[in-house]
């Protein structure tokens, strides 16, 4: 099986029945990949993974430490996910931002950020897609965040330090998707 159908159906058998809302957001942010092929090139086939794929570690049973980045990449890895899927989603949507607040960053550290276009496509394919599955943009996105969480809380805390970084992997984005254009 190549590696999209493959992703589907261990992002499906993880969350479609534990977590159907987070099932509809992971395949959101997928269709999203999906439009943004163009900005990564060869790549496109494991953005799409990673979309269907990074939020994986929210299964409860698959809940180690609590964050889910880091459990996505640990289960990933377990059952012999190619190398970069696991990193970018370890790393998805700066989570080394909240891997520090959490003092989790050491264990984060056992898996690279590659900081180039799939991983900036991933980025913004998350944070341009509600818990719903549905398209948005970022400045909503961010906001539905803080909302939910509340102030103080520590991934409203993450979000607020994570802000730049993020705005910046959509803006390169969208920047490669117009050279493909042009």
Not at 140 to 167: C, H, M, N, W
Request: charged share 25%; proline share 5%.
């Amino acid at each position: 099986m190549s590696l999209v159908p493959w992703a589907y159906e261990v992002s499906r058998q993880n969350l479609s029945d534990t977590l159907p809302r987070r099932w509809a957001h992971v395949q959101g942010v997928a269709q999203k990949a999906q439009t943004l092929a163009a900005a990564v090139g060869d790549d496109a086939a494991l953005l799409e993974a990673a979309a269907i794929l990074h939020d994986v570690g929210y299964a409860p049973h698959l809940a180690m430490t609590g964050f889910h980045p880091l459990d996505g990449a640990v289960y990933l890895r377990g059952i012999d996910a190619p190398d970069r899927l696991v990193h970018l989603v370890a790393h998805h949507s700066c989570a080394v931002r909240e891997a520090h607040l959490r003092g989790l960053e050491g264990q984060l550290a056992e898996f690279q950020d590659e900081e180039g276009p799939v991983r900036d496509a991933l980025w913004m394919c998350d944070l341009t897609t509600t818990p719903d599955g549905e398209p948005t943009d970022f400045v909503s996105r961010v906001a539905e965040i803080k909302q939910r969480y509340g102030p103080g809380d520590l991934v409203t805390v993450f979000i607020d330090s994570a802000q730049r970084d993020l705005a910046d992997a959509i803006a390169r984005t969208t920047s490669r998707l117009r050279e493909f254009a042009g």
